[in-house]
Each structure stands twice: as C-alpha cells, then as structure tokens.
C-alpha cells in the first residue's frame, strides 16, 4: 500500500529565507509527482508536476526534485514571502491507478 | 474560461439525512474524481467517473455514489450521514487521454454533520 510522509508538519520562517519542504513515499512505481498549494479553508493548487521520467521542476521561485529510487521528493522555495504561507501538499500518481495518493501537508508560515 | 466550480460552498445537515454536491469540470475536461479532506488530513480519493460510468473507487461504504451527466459534470450523494462525515469534499477534473496530467481541483464544498 502507497504511504506519502510530508516531513516537517508545520514551519515558521521569516521572509526572505530559503527551505525545503520533504516528502517521501514507499512504493516507486509511481507515474508522477505533484506538489499543491492549499490556503485555508480553500481547494488546492497545481505547483508542479514532474513525470517520473524526471528528476526536477522548475517554476519561478519553486523548484521540485524527484528521487524515484529513494521515494523521495523536495519543493525548494527560495526568497520566502509571506504571501507563501499555506499548506503545501505532495501526491502520487500511482502507475496502475488513476488516483492520487496525497500526503498529509507541510503547514507553512512566512513572517514579516 | 472557467475552472472547475463545485456547490454549494458551504452545507450543515444532521445525522442520517442525505446530501448532493455538484461539480462542473474545466472546460474540454471529461473525466472527475472526488476526494474527501478531513481536517488536518491531505485528500483521500473517493472515486473516479468517465463516460458517466464509475472507473474507480477509493475505500469508501456504498453510502457515498456518484453521477455523471452528458456534459461531463458530476454529483456526489451521500446517504445516511454521520459525524464523521464532516469534510471538506474536493472536486478534480483531467483529460482521461492525458493519463497522469494535472488534475484540476475546484474550491470544495464543506459539510458540517451535526
């Protein structure tokens, strides 16, 4: 059975700070990896989408990597905004499915 | 052009009622996927139509069934409701042809079981 772990659950950050949001799942055969932006309350957000025949994503300050072998996935932001605070999820799209398997989120706050 | 709408936004029932929540898919979108979000919790898939046929289905009872209609939008119906029902209820849209792109997800309906 597919387990997604999202590593930290919550992170305080001033702006401006770079980080790294983790995410990691047990079963490599996934077809590919999405990361989501969810504000409170909200429904969710496409941020990248890396195919598994990819190692990374990039999208203006947002760079995703994939590790299929390790089972693991990071979202780097770089120069961290306030406007960035949410819940960042991660899925897996299994390769014998047409589902997504989602972890459950990073609560991320960026503080003036 | 408009993305995927879901309604209603909000709804309060009490245990044991029913209840129907609608989704309209992105334009040019043929397939719909629901997804339930626990507080705290990431989305857990409920099931998947196309071609108005039912494709898949997540771990849930026979209390929650779906509907979809010509023009690709769907319902979700949930019948005999329980506290633990209370969720937010995700709507996701795609191109079946395209397996594995973006999913598209609405804004959600919350449910409040009293």
């Known amino acids: 059975k597919q387990e997604v772990t999202q590593i930290p659950a919550a992170l305080s950050v001033p702006e401006g700070e770079n980080l790294v949001l983790n995410c990691s799942f047990t079963d490599s055969a996934i077809y590919n990896l999405q990361w989501f932006r969810q504000d409170p309350g909200k429904g969710l957000t496409s941020l990248l989408l890396?195919?598994?025949?990819?190692r990374e994503q990039t999208s203006g300050r947002l760079n995703a990597s994939l590790d299929k072998s390790s089972g693991r996935s990071t979202l780097y932001i770089a120069a961290s905004q306030p406007g960035d605070s949410a819940t960042y999820l991660c899925?897996?799209?299994?390769?014998?499915?047409?589902?997504?398997?989602f972890g459950t989120g990073t609560r991320l706050q960026v503080f003036p | 052009d408009a993305g995927v709408t879901q309604s209603p936004t909000h709804l309060i029932k009490t245990r044991g009622q029913q209840v129907t929540l609608r989704c309209s898919p992105k334009?040019?979108?043929?397939?719909v996927s629901w997804y339930q979000q626990a507080l705290g919790q990431g989305p857990q898939f409920i099931f998947q139509?196309?071609?108005?046929?039912?494709?898949q289905r997540g771990n849930f009872p026979d209390r929650f069934s779906g509907h979809q209609f010509p023009n690709y939008s769907s319902e979700l119906n949930v019948n005999a409701l329980l506290l633990g029902d209370s969720a937010l209820y995700l709507c996701a849209s795609s191109l079946l042809s395209f397996r594995a792109a973006t999913q598209y997800f609405g804004p959600g309906t919350r449910l409040t079981v009293l």
């Open positions: 890396i195919q598994s025949s990819q």
């Open positions: 899925a897996v799209w299994l390769g014998n499915t047409d589902k997504l398997i």
């Open positions: 334009s040019g979108h043929d397939t």
């Open positions: 139509y196309y071609e108005e046929e039912e494709r």
